[in-house]
């Protein structure tokens, strides 16, 4: 179940730490089931892991569309509109960031989420 993000903070090598603009949305990952019918008719359920996504928009700023261009393995906070934390690890990209109305937006994947 996605979650709205009030905060998302990655920490970038040559930047040092980034916070994202309010409003981005995130989805913690896990185990999810799936239903499955044998012939006989008996109903069993699938095991599926999922990665952690995450949907936000950054400010562009100096140096940041270069920084997250082919951005891998890095580890991504997520503070959520209840103040829970959550760390997605090893967290890659998963689009090609452009600048749009002066933020650039950001799609990320990454380990299943865990509380903080």
């Known amino acids: 179940m996605a979650k709205a ?8 090598p040559s930047l040092g730490r980034v916070e994202s603009n309010p409003g981005g949305s995130f989805d913690p990952g896990g185990v999810s089931y799936e239903g499955k019918m044998t012939e ?3 109903t069993h359920y699938l095991e599926n892991d999922n990665p952690a996504m995450l949907s936000f928009t950054v400010p562009n700023l100096s140096g ?10 890095v ?6 509109e209840l103040g829970q934390s959550w760390i997605v690890t090893e ?3 998963t689009n090609t ?8 937006p950001i799609e990320m994947q990454g380990n299943p989420a865990e509380p903080v």
């Open 64 to 73: 940041y569309l270069e920084q997250f261009r082919g951005l891998v393995d």
């Open 5 to 12: 993000a009030k905060k998302i903070i990655v920490t970038l």
């Open 75 to 80: 580890n991504v906070n997520i503070q959520d």
């Open 40 to 42: 006989s008719g008996r």
């Open 91 to 93: 967290a890659f990209i």
């Open 97 to 104: 960031p452009t600048v749009s109305g002066g933020d650039i």
